[in-house]
């Protein structure tokens, strides 16, 4: 879950390039949608509240 934070908290800071935050979302959707047993559904469900368009489809799919 740190890490997940952690993610959270770089997608959530306007200094940080776009680029970066791009890569963030498009490697948490390819491990959601690709190794989706790895998450717990507490992360799951977690991840489908973000505010971050892409995200939470993916977690949704997941649930």
């Given at each position: 879950m740190a890490t997940l934070e952690?993610?959270?908290?770089?997608?959530?800071?306007?200094r940080?390039?776009?680029i970066i935050r791009n890569r963030?979302?498009?490697s948490?959707?390819?491990?959601?949608?690709?190794h989706g047993q790895?998450?717990?559904?507490k992360e799951i469900e977690w991840i489908a509240k973000w505010d971050?368009?892409?995200?939470?489809l993916a977690a949704a799919r997941e649930l």
């Open positions: 952690a993610f959270r908290t770089v997608l959530d800071d306007a940080i390039p776009g963030i979302i498009d948490l959707r390819s491990a959601l949608r690709n790895i998450f717990t559904s971050h368009a892409r995200m939470p």
